[in-house]
């Protein structure tokens, strides 16, 4: 590969395409969410994690945190969250939302279909996703 090439690729990356959105066959990048964090590990090993989950009607997640930032992006049906400190806030498909570390919360499916969400967390290696928190009700 060229130099030109490789150029063109990283500059492609910078708007959103690969190449150019009018070639044929080339791969359009659309960006779904983008937030600037500094709560993210330090260290000089990170671990990645992808999760899948599927709530079905009424189900709900225990009361928790998390020790590092967790992107929920859902798939189909609504994910509500309860965060301490805030009002309800219903995720549907195909929208984003980052749970700070160290915020107490709980999500559920309150909806009549299946709520599916790809869950993305990047932390210090073995962490536990997430840390039980003893109900305030």
Same mark, same amino acid.
């Given at each position: &590969?060229?130099? /030109? *090439?490789?150029? *063109? &690729?990283?500059?492609?990356? +910078?708007?959103?395409? @690969? %190449?150019?959105?009018?070639?044929?066959? &080339?791969?359009?990048?659309?960006?779904?969410?983008? #937030?600037?964090?500094?709560?993210?590990?330090?260290?000089?090993?990170?671990?990645?994690?992808?999760?899948? /989950?599927?709530?079905?009607?009424?189900?709900?997640?225990? =009361?928790?945190?998390? %020790?590092?930032?967790? *992107?929920? =992006?859902? @798939?189909?049906?609504?994910? @509500?969250?309860?965060? +301490?400190?805030? #009002?309800?806030?219903?995720?549907?498909?195909? #929208?984003?939302?980052? #749970?700070?570390?160290?915020?107490? &919360?709980?999500?559920?499916?309150?909806?009549?279909?299946? /709520?599916?969400?790809?869950?993305? =967390?990047?932390? +210090?290696?073995?962490?536990?996703?997430? +840390?039980?928190?003893?109900?305030? /009700?």
């Amino acid at each position: &590969m060229d130099k /030109a *090439t490789v150029q *063109t &690729m990283i500059a492609g990356l +910078d708007v959103g395409v @690969t %190449r150019s959105a009018q070639d044929h066959g &080339m791969a359009k990048l659309t960006p779904v969410h983008r #937030e600037v964090l500094s709560t993210l590990p330090q260290g000089s090993r990170q671990e990645v994690r992808v999760l899948h /989950a599927v709530l079905q009607p009424g189900d709900v997640t225990p =009361y928790h945190s998390h %020790r590092f930032p967790v *992107t929920v =992006y859902v @798939t189909e049906g609504v994910f @509500t969250l309860r965060l +301490d400190g805030r #009002e309800p806030i219903s995720i549907g498909p195909g #929208e984003v939302f980052v #749970e700070l570390p160290h915020v107490n &919360m709980t999500g559920s499916n309150e909806g009549n279909a299946p /709520a599916t969400t790809i869950l993305f =967390y990047v932390c +210090d290696p073995d962490t536990p996703f997430a +840390d039980p928190v003893p109900s305030t /009700a």
